[in-house]
């Protein structure tokens, strides 16, 4: 009887000591969670740009980068990972480690990109960190000398002849849903190019290789100024502050307006207090007065929202480019 007494405590030692190595263990690993978020970042972080040097989407988030790696106290190393609409670099990112070192810096081309059919990533394999850049500024862009004069000479002229105004994309990207759109719209056929991105597009204009050229008027604004580029319209709901001069799209008889969000998000699995450490550091970046006034010049708004914001953003997107994709497609 002595015997089994002391086995039976020796048993009940043994699963105690086990518990309490469990316990201890599970406070270690939340400790060590909490830990890595108040010392993140610790090294120097790689932002993946789904896009090709010297466009809008290259261009808004170096500027970005600079005032973040302030924030941080580390340097944010921008690359860009181009092809497929930006497929190529968004994979890059989904497959990554989910330390907090690779985020990616992207726009609302990652819907569309989900909508043709180019990729089964979408937003929802992220933790989305938050987005401080709108721009309403999606404009037709055409050289200075053109015969095309307005939103209204292009419907006229592309009606006359369809198919015979080159109008340049890049396939699965921003660009490409809304040249879809406005032929649906007006009942006009483009011969679509397939030039690559903002920055391609734009030489293949001041190459006379293009007649028309869909892009950010922020981008191509210093060649309005110059007077090599005139601006046709923009999409969206009113005049831009910074160009006043420039009619909408609505104002010219199509209804066509876009507006186009640029975010920053981790792969699926960052931990949160990481995530957190860098939507705070965005934040304070959305409210730096240099930071605005530096963003102003591309025709921009700084506007922060948060990762719950962000979200809902993208899905009343996915809604509305659904509906649109789906009526062009009847």
Same mark, same amino acid.
């Given at each position: 009887m002595k015997k089994l007494f002391i086995f039976l405590t020796l048993v009940f030692m043994v699963v105690l000591a086990g518990c309490n190595n469990g316990n201890a263990s599970s406070e270690g690993e939340g400790g060590d969670s909490a830990d890595a978020g108040a010392s993140y970042p610790e090294q120097e972080i790689n932002v993946v740009v789904p896009a090709?040097?010297?466009?809008?989407?290259?261009?808004?988030?170096?500027?970005?980068?600079?005032?973040?790696?302030?924030?941080?106290?580390?340097?944010?190393?921008?690359?860009?990972?181009?092809?497929?609409?930006?497929?190529?670099?968004?994979?890059?990112?989904? @497959?990554? &480690?989910?330390? #907090?070192?690779? +985020?990616?810096?992207?726009? *609302?081309?990652? /819907?569309? $990109?989900?909508?043709?059919?180019?990729?089964?990533?979408?937003?929802? @394999?992220? &933790?989305?960190? #938050?987005?401080? +850049?709108?721009?309403?500024? *999606?404009?037709? /862009?055409? $050289?200075?000398?053109?015969?095309?004069?307005?939103?209204?000479?292009?419907?006229?002229?592309?009606?006359?002849?369809?198919?015979?105004?080159?109008?340049?994309?890049?396939?699965?990207?921003?660009?490409?849903?809304?040249?879809?759109?406005?032929?649906?719209e007006t009942g006009t056929e483009f011969n679509v190019v397939d030039v690559g991105g903002a920055a391609d597009k734009t030489t293949a204009l001041l190459g006379d290789q293009i007649d028309i050229i869909p892009t950010q008027q922020g981008l191509v604004q210093e060649y309005i100024d110059s007077g090599d580029f005139r601006s046709l319209g923009v999409m969206s709901e009113e005049r831009l502050e910074g160009a006043p001069d420039t009619p909408t799209f609505t104002e010219q008889g199509a209804d066509i307006v876009y507006d186009k969000f640029f975010f920053w998000a981790f792969p699926e699995g960052t931990p949160q207090e990481v995530v957190d450490k860098f939507t705070g550091a965005l934040e304070s970046v959305a409210n730096n007065e240099e930071f605005q006034n530096e963003m102003s010049e591309f025709l921009v708004d700084v506007s922060y929202m948060n990762p719950e914001e962000t979200q809902q953003l993208f899905e009343d997107r996915t809604e509305k480019y659904s509906e649109i994709y789906e009526q062009t497609q009847q």
């Open positions: 090709g040097a010297g466009g809008d989407t290259d261009r808004n988030t170096r500027v970005t980068a600079e005032y973040l790696s302030e924030e941080l106290g580390q340097e944010l190393i921008v690359n860009n990972i181009t092809g497929s609409g930006g497929t190529v670099g968004v994979d890059e990112v989904n @497959n990554a &480690e989910a330390d #907090g070192y690779t +985020v990616l810096a992207f726009h *609302n081309s990652m /819907i569309i $990109n989900d909508i043709l059919g180019l990729t089964d990533v979408n937003y929802e @394999n992220f &933790e989305l960190v #938050g987005s401080i +850049v709108q721009d309403n500024g *999606n404009a037709f /862009i055409v $050289n200075a000398d053109s015969d095309i004069q307005d939103i209204e000479t292009l419907i006229e002229m592309a009606q006359e002849s369809p198919g015979e105004i080159q109008v340049a994309t890049e396939t699965g990207a921003f660009t490409h849903l809304q040249l879809l759109e406005f032929q649906e």
